[in-house]
């Protein structure tokens, strides 16, 4: 399984953003979808999850309010919608499935995107 993240760039703060992440294969309904991001010399660190089906979401704390998760199934693609940003968000972005329907940690990941730079100016 391939993921691809894309969508990243410069932007100011208080701007928006909308990162994408498409999967290659018909079994992308199958797997949990998860967003973490990780900046220098720190841990990647979650930002969202939807379940299998879009009808579930989880966010981290931080980013709750201002970032929106979603799924389109028959499109194999999970979209991480970026509001309100802030400085603090930068970092890369990766995009991660999972076949355990619990859990937002990096070890119960199974496949991982190459990861989107987020930059956002103050």
């Known amino acids: 399984v391939q993921l691809q993240a894309s969508g990243g760039g410069l932007v100011q703060a208080g701007g928006s953003l909308r990162l994408s992440c498409a999967v290659d294969?018909?079994?992308?309904?199958?797997?949990?979808m998860t967003w973490f991001r990780q900046t220098p010399g720190k841990e990647r660190d979650f930002v969202a999850s939807?379940?299998?089906?879009?009808?579930?979401?989880d966010y981290a704390d931080s980013v709750k309010g201002r970032f929106t998760i979603s799924r389109d199934n028959a499109e194999n693609t999970m979209y991480l919608q970026m509001n309100s940003l802030k400085p603090e968000d930068t970092a890369v972005y990766f995009c991660?499935?999972?076949?355990?329907?619990?859990?937002?940690?990096?070890?119960?990941?199974?496949?991982w995107g190459q990861g989107t730079q987020v930059t956002v100016s103050s």
């Open positions: 991660a499935s999972t076949a355990s329907a619990v859990g937002i940690t990096a070890a119960i990941m199974n496949f």
């Open positions: 294969r018909h079994t992308f309904s199958m797997y949990r």
């Open positions: 939807i379940s299998r089906g879009g009808t579930v979401t």
